[in-house]
Nanobody, 116 residues
Framework: QVQLVESGGGLVQPGGSLRLSCAASRSISNFVVMGWHRQAPGKQRELVASITRSGTAGYADSVKGRFTISTDNAKNTVLLQMNSLKPEDTAIYYC??????????WGQGTQVTVSS
């Protein structure tokens, strides 16, 4: 089974930046698409950003212009650079990799808290 391990979460002030990393136990080229999802208390998990094997990225409207998803294939890693963070970005962020529609793999999540 594939393992995805997130890191980089923490506490940051509004307007600050964080970079999340998702390390995969296999080459990320094996995934059709990888992405970052987040879930705030009392809310549904939502897709934040995704990137296809070909490098096409997509973002939720709420993070466009502030977040950037990228890959580092040599390190089997997917990154999420988060800038201009807002309190509403506070959530647990999860990495997901999809090999097929019936084979999604999730990381354990990393907490991001944006507060002054």
């Amino acid at each position: 089974q594939v393992q995805l391990v997130e890191s980089g979460g923490g506490l940051v002030q509004p307007g600050g930046s964080l970079r999340l990393s998702c390390a995969a136990s296999r080459s990320i080229s094996n995934f059709v698409v990888m992405g970052w999802h987040r879930q705030a208390p009392g809310k549904q998990r939502e897709l934040v950003a995704s990137i296809t094997r070909s490098g096409t990225a997509g973002y939720a409207d709420s993070v466009k212009g502030r977040f950037t998803i990228s890959t580092d294939n040599a390190k089997n890693t997917v990154l999420l650079q988060m800038n201009s963070l807002k309190p509403e970005d506070t959530a647990i962020y999860y990495c997901k990799g999809r090999m097929t529609p019936l084979n999604d793999y999730w990381g354990q999540g990393t907490q991001v808290t944006v507060s002054s």
